[in-house]
């Protein structure tokens, strides 16, 4: 069977009642796909508050969800910590989901105007840059991955969490195109040596030794380096 983490379901913290209230009422239907249900209510929630950061959310949830149920061989179930996104996206096997550009746009749109509220929202932004890199829209994510930086709470492994969107691009058969993600990364990051070190890896199996050699050479003259660059470096020389 074929995993896929749901995006959104609950939120880590709950600060108001009113949040509460559409999170027990929408995460059920997710979980059970009534989506046309859980549309409904999340709709009857902005035209009370159009300014609800969570039911702009859900909103974008509840398009992913209508996308992801009619996807063949998809399974869906929420995520492991009950937040909005999961960064352990889990094996799609051949099953490589690509949202459509319009799908995307749609999800995108709900996340953007819920950042706008509430621009603290880590998981909604992580969310913003997973949708880009899962629907192959690699401009859009160049641009946003540097609002993620300056949005993320965990530094220390910020370069691994944004190295799971070139490989989502590079597992859909972009591979050119998760290394723009990943130089960019590298850019964003200058101290990171283990990005480095994953661009001569990528580079090693798609048999370019060349660049492989290159962009080791740089992560060995990055500050941040672990037990994995020494080891790509020893297999690669």
């Known amino acids: 069977m074929q995993y896929f983490f749901l995006?959104?379901?609950?939120?880590i913290t709950l600060t108001c009642m009113g949040q509460a209230d559409i999170i027990s009422e929408i995460q059920p239907l997710l979980k059970h796909n009534t989506i046309n249900e859980a549309e409904q209510k999340v709709n009857e929630y902005l035209?009370?508050?159009?300014?609800?950061?969570?039911?702009?959310?859900l909103k974008g949830n509840v398009i992913f969800s209508k996308y992801s149920f009619n996807a063949?061989?998809?399974f869906l179930i929420g995520t492991s910590d009950e937040s909005i996104f999961e960064t352990a996206i889990g094996s799609l096997g051949e099953n490589k989901i690509i949202p459509d550009e319009g799908t995307a746009n749609s999800i995108t749109k709900c996340y953007l105007k819920a950042v706008t509220i509430d621009n603290t929202r880590e998981d909604i932004h992580l969310g913003i840059c997973y949708i880009y890199s899962i629907s192959l829209m690699t401009d859009k994510l160049i641009d946003y991955l540097p609002v993620l930086?300056?949005?993320?709470?965990?530094?220390?492994?910020?370069?691994?969490?944004?190295?799971?969107?070139?490989?989502?691009?590079?597992?859909?058969e972009r591979f050119e195109d998760g290394m723009k993600i990943y130089l960019k990364i590298a850019d964003l990051l200058p101290e990171s040596g283990g990005i480095?070190?994953?661009?001569a890896g990528q580079y090693k199996l798609h048999n370019d030794i060349d660049k492989a050699k290159y962009y080791i050479d740089k992560a060995l003259k990055r500050k941040d380096n672990d037990e994995m660059t020494y080891a790509n470096s020893f297999s690669i020389n």
């Open 7 to 11: 995006l959104g379901s609950l939120l």
């Open 47 to 57: 035209k009370k508050d159009s300014l609800n950061v969570d039911a702009w959310m």
């Open 72 to 74: 063949p061989s998809m």
């Open 149 to 172: 930086k300056a949005h993320a709470k965990d530094q220390k492994n910020l370069p691994y969490t944004m190295r799971d969107y070139a490989i989502n691009l590079i597992n859909r």
């Open 196 to 199: 480095m070190s994953d661009i």
